[in-house]
């Protein structure tokens, strides 16, 4: 997002912990938001008529309080009045806004239960799975397999194994993903959830599994580096003979013995 639609994100955004520091369940908080977002991604008129720079601001919060009053709770109708009311350098900022808030307030109830550390580590555990398995990944991405049928398959293979916000979560990313993979929806959410202590995600491949105590050393090793904590993806890769690889966004270090090897075979080459 630019412009317009960043400052509005940001303001609604303190508005969200408010809300969801007030919630008896912010969990619910979410689904509402979520079912928001996907009216505006399936009504495209609705959409544009919400963030139509020409209307007033009070014209467009008093349609979304049209539509969505006795259908949402209170805490959701203010959230998405007051986003609606703001301005959006195009309509579809909208629809993402609503679905990051809806991120957080799942995040916020993972949070408030003291198990944000396992919603991080199963988001990203999940992607692997889904990135791993062609024929899971074609049947959750099927924009013609009917939202029930998802959930069941979900539900059948998370079901009593996550955290209900990671199940929460990943359901929705299956079920609208607006434009995006599975994978990268999982990704996003993962961020946004480490977003919440301000902190990195490190995606560490290593050839044999660390150590409590590497984990921790490598964890403030990149802290150090980075001026943030990191929370640290550990993924077991056949392809690194020796040292890791590590990713914190678009930035890779590599240190494996593989990658080495490859860097020599390449010069020997020139």
Known sequence: MRGASRASLAAATDQLAAATAAAADPG????????????????AAVRRALSDPARSGG???????????????????????GLVAARWSAPRDLASAIEQLAV????????????????EDELFRFSRVVSSNPGLRVALSNPFLAAEHKREVLDALLGGKVTPQTLQLATEAAIDPRGRSLDAS???????AAQRRERLVAEVHVAIPLT????GRLAAAL?????????????????????MSVRIGDEMIDG?????LADLRRRLAA
């Open 186 to 192: 999982l990704e996003e959410y993962a961020r946004l």
């Open 212 to 215: 409590a105590q590497q984990r």
């Open 59 to 81: 014209d467009k919060a008093g349609l979304a309080a049209a539509l969505l009053r006795g259908k949402v709770s209170p805490a959701a109708l203010e959230l998405v009045t």
């Open 256 to 260: 494996s013995t593989a990658s080495q």
């Open 223 to 243: 802290a150090a580096a980075y001026g943030h904590d990191v929370h640290l993806n550990i993924v077991l890769d056949p392809q690194v003979i020796g040292g």
């Open 28 to 43: 619910q908080l979410g689904a509402e938001l979520f079912a928001v977002a996907h009216v505006l991604d399936e009504q």
């Open 104 to 119: 957080m307030a799942v995040v916020a109830a993972a949070d408030g239960a003291g198990r944000l550390d396992e919603l």
